[in-house]
């Protein structure tokens, strides 16, 4: 049995992650469970685990060794990442570090274009994303 992780994130928008889970993971919205109530992980097995969160991936759309992955809404509004470690090969570091950057750029489109600007990326080779905000005064 693959023990979980909690990683501390700095994501505090539950829409603005589940946009980013979409683009980084490249799941369906049908695949990404939004709880309001935390709900139980369950492990490989289909073991029902202690883990729970408000916002999961179960393991079948991961992979059919995989765990349930999960975030949970902390008591400052942030979510802790719940990956095992068997799973954190895959949702590791640098998964996490492509999430965190289009969790910023999800972020920072939808505050833009609240305020009737349209925002623009492009991919750079090194890895980095270039975001341009047209119609700021």
């Not at 695949?31 to 029902?48: A, K, M, R, S």
């Not at 949970?72 to 954190?88: F, N, P, Q, R």
Request: proline share 1%; net charge positive.
């Amino acid at each position: 049995m693959s023990r979980y992780a909690t990683v501390k994130t700095q994501f505090k928008d539950c829409n603005v992650l589940v946009e980013a889970l979409l683009e980084t993971g490249n799941w369906t919205t049908e695949q990404i469970e939004v709880h309001t109530n935390p709900q139980h992980l369950f492990g490989y097995h289909g073991d029902q685990r202690a883990e729970t969160a408000h916002i999961i991936i179960r393991r079948k759309h991961i992979g059919s060794a995989s765990n349930d992955l999960g975030f949970v809404k902390t008591e400052d509004g942030s979510y802790e990442a719940i990956i095992s470690e068997y799973d954190s090969g895959k949702y590791g570091a640098t998964w996490r570090g492509q999430l965190t950057g289009n969790y910023a750029f999800h972020k920072v489109r939808r505050e833009q274009e609240s305020r009737g600007r349209s925002v623009t990326r492009t991919r750079c080779s090194n890895g980095h994303q270039r975001v341009e905000v047209i119609g700021y005064r």
